[in-house]
């Protein structure tokens, strides 16, 4: 818009005036000062039409309900590996995010649901399927490579953890099938089964924000604190499964 706008002025302007300037040539300076006149006319011309410009954007490139963002991973990164295990690490780091906020959402669901959140979950689990796809077909096509061994253990550490992300997004749509279920049955727990999920839930919260924060930060320290409080969850829901067959 600014381009057409300036160029017909441009152009009204050289037919009148004859502009001189045209037939010299131009020097960084120049092509700088007139790069940024352009830039500050152009900002002060639209920004009295941030609301029409916002509309005629979106009639352009209106959004999709079922679209899902898709992870972008460029071929040419494979001619410097390291910096493609970066940016595929980057990408498991988002994915491992996601999972975390699919799992403790569907948590939240089957306590008390809700329909938006329901969806949201379901948006997640598509959206790290999506992920794994795009990360382990991108991956395995960088392990021919001739990579150091250390590059070779990140493609391999980043393979098996993709696997394990995409599986809590799956975990975290049962749950919210489970809720829906629920639901549509007019079903609920006692208060006491209540109680104690609410107490697995707080612990396996607990794991999630320990191994993300782990994964994220590359930290064997937080990584060991995981372990303990996976053996906890294991017992807890022995027992729980145990008590709430006994109230049964």
Same mark, same amino acid.
């Given at each position: 818009?600014?381009? +057409?706008?300036?160029?017909? $002025?441009?152009?009204?302007?050289?037919?009148?005036?004859?502009?001189?300037?045209?037939?010299?040539?131009?020097?960084?300076?120049?092509? @700088?000062?007139?790069?940024?006149?352009?830039?500050?006319?152009?900002?002060?011309?639209?920004?009295?039409?941030?609301?029409?410009?916002?509309?005629?954007?979106?009639?352009?490139?209106?959004?999709?309900?079922?679209?899902?963002?898709?992870?972008?991973?460029?071929?040419? $990164?494979?001619?410097?590996?390291?910096?493609?295990? +970066?940016?595929?690490?980057?990408?498991?780091?988002?994915?491992?995010?996601?999972?975390?906020?699919?799992?403790?959402?569907?948590?939240?669901?089957?306590?008390?649901? =809700? /329909?938006?959140?329901?969806?949201?979950?379901?948006?997640?689990?598509?959206?790290?399927?999506?992920? /794994?796809?795009?990360?382990?077909?991108?991956?395995?096509?960088?392990?021919?490579?001739?990579?150091?061994?250390? =590059?070779?253990?990140?493609?391999?550490?980043?393979?098996?953890?993709?696997?394990?992300?995409?599986?809590?997004?799956?975990?975290?749509?049962?749950?919210? /099938?489970?809720?829906?279920?629920?639901?549509?049955?007019?079903?609920?727990?006692? =208060?006491?089964?209540?109680?104690?999920?609410?107490?697995?839930? /707080?612990?396996?919260?607990?794991?999630?924000?320990?191994?993300? =924060? @782990?994964?994220?930060?590359?930290?064997?320290?937080?990584?060991?604190?995981?372990?303990?409080?996976?053996?906890?969850?294991?017992?807890?829901?022995?027992?729980?499964?145990?008590?709430?067959?006994?109230?049964?």
């Amino acid at each position: 818009i600014c381009t +057409a706008v300036c160029l017909a $002025l441009y152009l009204i302007g050289d037919s009148i005036f004859e502009f001189a300037f045209v037939d010299r040539s131009i020097d960084a300076v120049g092509i @700088a000062a007139v790069h940024s006149i352009f830039n500050v006319f152009t900002v002060g011309l639209l920004l009295p039409f941030c609301k029409q410009l916002e509309m005629l954007a979106n009639k352009v490139l209106p959004d999709r309900e079922d679209e899902v963002s898709a992870p972008m991973l460029d071929s040419r $990164l494979m001619a410097t590996p390291s910096v493609a295990i +970066a940016e595929c690490n980057g990408l498991a780091i988002k994915m491992a995010i996601a999972a975390k906020d699919a799992l403790v959402t569907a948590m939240s669901v089957l306590n008390d649901y =809700d /329909e938006e959140k329901a969806n949201q979950v379901f948006a997640w689990e598509k959206e790290l399927d999506k992920y /794994e796809d795009t990360l382990g077909t991108f991956l395995v096509q960088l392990s021919v490579k001739r990579l150091s061994e250390k =590059d070779s253990m990140q493609v391999s550490k980043i393979l098996h953890t993709i696997n394990d992300f995409e599986r809590l997004g799956d975990h975290a749509a049962n749950l919210v /099938e489970a809720a829906q279920e629920l639901r549509d049955k007019g079903l609920s727990f006692s =208060d006491k089964a209540k109680t104690e999920l609410a107490l697995l839930q /707080e612990a396996i919260g607990e794991i999630l924000n320990f191994t993300t =924060d @782990a994964y994220a930060e590359n930290n064997g320290a937080t990584a060991r604190m995981v372990e303990p409080i996976e053996q906890c969850v294991d017992h807890l829901v022995t027992d729980i499964k145990a008590r709430h067959i006994t109230r049964l």
